[in-house]
Nanobody, 120 residues
Framework: QVQLVESGGGLVRPGGSLRLSCAAS????????MGWYRQAPGKQRDLVAL???????NYADSLKGRFTISRDNAKNTVYLQMNSLKPEDTAVYYC??????????????WGQGTQVSVSS
């Protein structure tokens, strides 16, 4: 079992920055992917960014250049640096971990979500 604990959400003005953190604990396999999804009210949950344990990243195209994902493997922690925030970035941000048992088989885990609100 894996637990994910998120922190760093809040209210920020347009153009501001926030940094989200997500710490994972439990049985984490050597190859895994950690990252973030977000869900705005009335919308589906969408990919923000992912990073695997080898450091390869994947971003939603619309967020490249403003958001940066990173991780500390020793701490099993993933970070999301969000810059130049816009009102449309307002959403609940969910931490995700894909725990790979084999090359093609993984178990999906979710955090409880952290609210990010961008408003003047």
């Amino acid at each position: 079992q894996v637990q994910l604990v998120e922190s760093g959400g809040g209210l920020v003005r347009p153009g501001g920055s926030l940094r989200l953190s997500c710490a994972a604990s439990g049985t984490i396999f050597s190859f895994n992917t950690m990252g973030w999804y977000r869900q705005a009210p009335g919308k589906q949950r969408d990919l923000v960014a992912l990073i695997n344990s080898r450091g390869s990243t994947n971003y939603a195209d619309s967020l490249k250049g403003r958001f940066t994902i990173s991780r500390d493997n020793a701490k099993n922690t993933v970070y999301l640096q969000m810059n130049s925030l816009k009102p449309e970035d307002t959403a609940v941000y969910y931490c995700n971990l894909k725990n790979y048992r084999t090359n093609q088989s993984f178990v999906n885990y979710w955090g409880q979500g952290t609210q990010v609100s961008v408003s003047s």
